[in-house]
């Protein structure tokens, strides 16, 4: 009879653990922004990979699907239910151990992704022995109803908290986002105007942005990677006097458009020159130490708008984090759902 229960908890837990965590899963790889996975580190890596997704689903939703088939295989009585439960167990166990394998050759490790994957195997092994062994759950209608319940509350439960939860914003986006006028959807962007992916996500965005105008606030934070772009300080001096001269936007979209090698000072000082600006104003600025000051200090909104492992190119739009350049359609759903969202 001990044996029993224990080849019966065997399979049960890690079926139960494999449909949570595949629940959670699946809600981070549907939102924008992640609820469960931390920002950054290996979640966010595996994410971004080609284990992502398979034909353009997210292979969570497989995962997920495989265990609910699983759990039901549990509950099922007779030797064709023993023996598909074998069959859907040991290929389960194989794609585990294929997607711990690929993890682990990436150099990227999900621990949900990881731990999916392992439930997986030890089902795997789990329903080859019950096969073998040839016993069902036949502990009664209320142990059977009891597991059942647990497998469909389980999931059931992590998909609604994961799809109605809040996402987490950092305060000093919080507090733009109350300072944007009513109606308005609030864009905050973190740019170094020499970085090549922020050129990239630029290129994108602006489009969606000026098909959007008159809906959105968008509030530019400039962080000049000095240590590696050795022009972004000067273009960054740039963008902040052009703003601070009233042409901030126009000075913007002329350096994203520039050569990299023409943001020097003198070629800065040529494109603001180019816009109109007023040539003593536009150098008293830059020679200006508070220029570098409300440089420094948007990088410590940076720093507090950051996880740990983020990087440029940043974006919130509105409550939602985009990190790194994203696809366009990407960008589109979280504009078009801050606006929504702003509207309401």
């Known amino acids: 009879m001990r044996s029993k229960v224990l080849s019966a908890l065997s399979l049960f837990v890690p079926t139960l653990v494999g449909l949570g965590v595949s629940a959670v899963l699946f809600v981070d790889y549907v939102r ?29 939703f497989f995962g997920l699907i495989g265990f609910v088939l699983l759990g039901v295989l549990f509950l099922a009585r007779g030797e064709r239910a023993r023996a598909v439960h074998r069959v859907v167990g040991l290929f389960g166990g194989i794609v585990g151990l294929g997607l711990i394998a690929a993890q682990l050759s990436m150099g990227h490790v999900c621990v949900y992704c990881m731990t999916a994957d392992l439930c997986a195997c030890a089902v795997g092994v789990a329903a080859l022995f019950r096969f073998r062994a040839g016993w069902d759950l036949d502990h009664g209608m209320t142990v059977r109803a009891g597991a059942g319940a647990l ?81 972004a300080t000067d273009a960054a001096r740039a963008a902040c006097c052009a703003d601070v001269l009233g042409k901030g936007d126009a000075m913007a979209e002329a350096l994203f458009r520039a050569p990299v090698e023409n943001l020097t000072n003198a070629g800065c000082q040529k494109i603001a020159t180019e816009l109109g600006l007023d040539e003593a104003s536009y150098a008293a600025c830059v020679s200006d130490p508070k220029t570098d000051e409300q440089i420094a200090a948007d990088r410590r909104v940076f720093d507090l708008a950051a996880s740990k492992g983020d990087g440029l190119p940043l974006l919130w739009i509105g409550d939602k984090k985009i990190m790194g350049a994203e696809e366009p359609g990407t960008l589109r759903r979280a504009l078009k759902g801050a606006i929504a969202k702003a509207g309401s």
């Open 151 to 231: 497998f469909a509350f389980t999931p059931g439960a992590l998909l609604a908290f994961g799809f109605w939860a809040q996402a987490w914003v950092p305060s000093v986006i919080a507090s733009e986002m109350k300072r944007t006028p009513k109606g308005l959807a609030t864009v905050v962007e973190f740019v170094d105007f020499e970085c090549p992916y922020c050129r990239m996500e630029q290129d994108d965005l602006a489009p969606m942005l000026q098909a959007e105008k008159g809906r959105v606030r968008v509030v530019r934070k400039l962080v000049p990677l000095a240590r590696i772009h050795p022009h």
């Open 32 to 60: 924008i922004s992640p609820v469960f996975c931390g920002d950054g580190g290996g979640c966010e890596a595996v994410k971004r990979t080609r284990l992502a997704a398979l034909f353009g689903v997210p292979t969570p």
